[in-house]
């Protein structure tokens, strides 16, 4: 079967760095995505890698192991407004989306 | 720019009542989504649409039906809804017919309480 996992929590301070994992056992692959959506509102678009390497946009990061079937999400400088779930996603090899559970991230001061 | 507009935003309905979820897009996008959110649980696809004319059935399609007669609309109805069918809906679209290649746009979301 196909399956996402990331842990259900996790909790870290303002100010620091947080990386979020996730793994993958998927039909096929064609790309990893992820999303933040806070509390009450819709999924909004991260970052998207394909290929292995890491991903940097401002403060997020996004990293890539095809082989090793694993990504995970680093969140630098964090701030209050970073507190949300985080989704992990995987494109299959019919380019259907295959959804992780969500990480929720809480932030305190 | 609008992106996409869900409506109802939240409605409680009788079991064994039908209702119609709507969804408009003002993007020009092919494709389009239905997906579920329940809590411990991955969005789960109900429904998409690659283009206007065409839809398929997506991993939780039972009790659900689409339409796609336009590019702009992507409504989902439940015939006669049954208590877990509550959830939180979420239309999504994206320009390409592939969801999985590129990234998706979401509305607001449904909230749906069925008694």
């Known amino acids: 079967g196909q399956n996402i996992d990331q842990p259900t929590e996790m909790t870290a301070t303002e100010g620091a760095i947080v990386q979020i994992n996730c793994t993958y056992q998927?039909?096929?692959?064609?790309?990893l995505f992820w999303y933040q959506q806070h509390a009450g509102e819709a999924p909004t678009f991260l970052s998207y890698n394909v290929l292995d390497g890491l991903e940097e946009k401002g403060r997020f990061s996004s990293f890539l192991s095809r082989s090793k079937g694993y990504s995970y999400l680093l969140l630098k400088e964090l701030q209050m407004k970073d507190s949300a779930s985080y989704l992990c996603a995987v494109g299959d090899s019919n380019y259907q989306l295959i959804w992780g559970a969500g990480t929720k991230l809480i932030i305190k001061p | 720019i609008a992106g996409i507009t869900q409506a109802p935003t939240s409605q409680i309905l009788a079991a064994g009542r039908r209702m119609t979820l709507r969804c408009t897009q003002d993007?020009?996008?092919?494709?389009m989504y239905w997906y579920r959110q329940d809590l411990g649980l991955g969005l789960r696809l109900i429904h998409y649409?690659?283009?206007?004319?065409?839809?398929g059935k997506g991993e939780v399609p039972d009790g659900y039906s689409v339409s796609r007669a336009n590019t702009d609309d992507f409504p989902l109805t439940l015939a006669s809804a049954v208590p877990s069918q509550t959830s939180v809906y979420f239309c999504a679209s994206s320009a390409s017919g592939l969801a999985g290649a590129g990234e998706l746009f979401f509305g607001e979301g449904s909230r749906l309480t069925v008694l």
């Open positions: 993007m020009r996008h092919n494709a």
């Open positions: 998927t039909s096929g692959f064609n790309g």
């Open positions: 649409s690659n283009t206007a004319g065409t839809t």
